[in-house]
Each structure stands twice: as structure tokens, then as C-alpha cells.
């Protein structure tokens, strides 16, 4: 059955009309349906032969698919960089992958399984343009999915994001999807654990994190294990908070990053 029932909406921002697509997906991975938002660039057209990049916004822990359009405008962005920009629906604790204890609650087949291929069918996605970035939780998920179908994307990217999980082994949500903090499932479902995966890839990567982020000091550790290993990865510490102001100017330098790689093709 097919999982996917579609609403289409206008919606007013900075005094001008411009359109975005809410998708539904019914829960055949995950505990209950997620809600994707998808911005397509103002020339975008379903009758022209063009096709364009994708880029996956994922959000933090506790968030929904509609933060990312709280930090900045996500349509200018599709406007500016001529993306199409994909925000799903994280179901707040998720953290992006298959729990090893949940039944109903395998994101990661979700996301390669249900949405990828809806959303290269339903939209004019250049195959080998794919790109995934997100924030604290979402920057953990882009990198962590990124190093288990490498194939998928041509790069990757995390602002702030939680690459050890050790670091938030206590909380209740992290518990709640891997349980009470075993160290050897925490290294198996931790990017920093995974850094080899990356390196095979020969693919780039970007990733940032502010020096009173909490998870600072982790970002640092995964620097180090990227340059042992030599991924090609650009990595960016400045001052500044796991925040919307942090974040706001951190997403600008991925876009242009991203935008870059395009170019360079």
C-alpha cells in the first residue's frame, strides 16, 4: 500500500507567495506518521527537463520538522542556492536511527526505504547531487546515515552535532531508543565510532561546534580521528552556543560549502 498522501499549501512570508508541500507518511517504520516539508526553489518547474540538488535539513533533539524554518527562512534558501530542501519530521527522540529496542521505531529504514525514494520520485532531484546536513540530534543523524549508505550522498554536514553519544547517555530520550547506556551500543550507533566508515567513502564532509556547545569537546575528538584517518572533511570552531543565533550563521557556511561541490562537478 502505497504510504505517501500528499497536501499542498501557499503560504505567506516576507510579504511574497511562495509555495511549499507538506508530505505524510504513514507509519510503516516508525511509531506514527511523520510530516516532511519540502521547498523548492522559485524557478522550479515539473515540465522543464532541469533537475536540481536535494539537500536534507534535519533537526534537534525535542524539535519538530517545522525548526528549521524558525532559524531561518528555508524557502530564501532554496530561492538563493537553487536547492530542493527536504525538512522531515525527526518524531522528536528518534535520534535518527533503528532502535535496537523499539520495534516500531527504525528511522533509518524510514529514511532510505520510505522518504529518499518518495521524494526523488515525486520531484525533479538530480540523483548524484544528495546532500545532508542537521543540528545537535540532526547533526549525529546526517553523519551517521551518511556513513551507512555513503552511495546515496555526494556530502555531508553537522552544526553542533551530538557525534559521541556518550555525551548524552543520561537523558531520556537517548535512553529511550538504545536504553540505559551500554558503552558498546553507544559506540556502535556513535559517529565518532564510525570515522572509518567515512574514510572509505573518499567523500567530503563539513561540520562545525561552537565553543560553549556541551558537545565541543567531542566535535574536537572527531577532528582528530578525521585527520588520522584522512577524511576529507572541513571542520569550523568559533565562539558561540548550541543556539539559533550559533546556528543561523553556521548553516550559511554549509550552503555555501555545499553549493561549492556542486559547482566543482
Known amino acids: 500500500m502505497k504510504s505517501l498522501i500528499l497536501t499542498f499549501g501557499m503560504c505567506l512570508a516576507s510579504l511574497s507567495m511562495f509555495?511549499?508541500?507538506?508530505?505524510?507518511?504513514?507509519?510503516?517504520?516508525?511509531?506514527?506518521?511523520?510530516?516532511?516539508?519540502?521547498?523548492?526553489?522559485?524557478?522550479?518547474?515539473?515540465?522543464?527537463?532541469?533537475?536540481?540538488?536535494?539537500?536534507?535539513?534535519?533537526?534537534?533533539?525535542?524539535?519538530?520538522?517545522?525548526?528549521?524554518n524558525t532559524i531561518v527562512s528555508v524557502q530564501k534558501y532554496a530561492d538563493a542556492y537553487g536547492f530542493i530542501i527536504v525538512c522531515p519530521d525527526g518524531l522528536k527522540d528518534s535520534w535518527y536511527i533503528n532502535s535496537p529496542?523499539?520495534?516500531?521505531?527504525?528511522?533509518?529504514?524510514f529514511f532510505f526505504k520510505d522518504l529518499v525514494p518518495t521524494i526523488k520520485q515525486k520531484y525533479r532531484v538530480e540523483d548524484d547531487q544528495v546532500f545532508i546536513t542537521g543540528i545537535c540530534a540532526g547533526g549525529h543523524g546526517a553523519l551517521y546515515l551518511f556513513s551507512k549508505?555513503?552511495?546515496?550522498?555526494?556530502?555531508?554536514?553537522?552544526?553542533?552535532?551530538?557525534?559521541?553519544?556518550?555525551?548524552?547517555?543520561?537523558?531520556?530520550?537517548?535512553?529511550?531508543?538504545?536504553?540505559?547506556?551500554?558503552?558498546?551500543v553507544l559506540r556502535k550507533y556513535s559517529v565518532i565510532h564510525n570515522v572509518g566508515k567515512l574514510a572509505a567513502s573518499q567523500k567530503e564532509i563539513i561540520f562545525d561546534c561552537g565553543t560553549e556547545d556541551p558537545n565541543y569537546e567531542a566535535n574536537n575528538d572527531f577532528r582528530r580521528r578525521c585527520d588520522e584517518l584522512k577524511v576529507k572533511a572541513t571542520y569550523i570552531s568559533q565562539p558561540g552556543k548550541s543556539d539559533k543565533v550559533y546556528w543561523q550563521r553556521a548553516i550559511k557556511v554549509q550552503f555555501d560549502f555545499f553549493k561549492r561541490i556542486v559547482r566543482d562537478i
Open 19 to 68: 509555495a511549499q508541500e507538506q508530505l505524510y507518511f504513514n507509519p510503516l517504520y516508525i511509531p506514527h506518521a511523520d510530516t516532511t516539508l519540502v521547498y523548492t526553489p522559485r524557478d522550479y518547474s515539473m515540465t522543464s527537463g532541469r533537475k536540481y540538488p536535494v539537500i536534507f535539513l534535519l533537526h534537534g533533539c525535542g524539535a519538530t520538522y517545522r525548526q528549521w
Open 101 to 109: 529496542r523499539k520495534q516500531m521505531s527504525k528511522y533509518e529504514d
Open 149 to 184: 549508505r555513503p552511495d546515496l550522498f555526494k556530502a555531508a554536514g553537522s552544526s553542533g552535532g551530538v557525534l559521541d553519544l556518550s555525551v548524552e547517555s543520561a537523558t531520556a530520550s537517548l535512553q529511550n531508543i538504545l536504553g540505559s547506556g551500554e558503552a558498546d
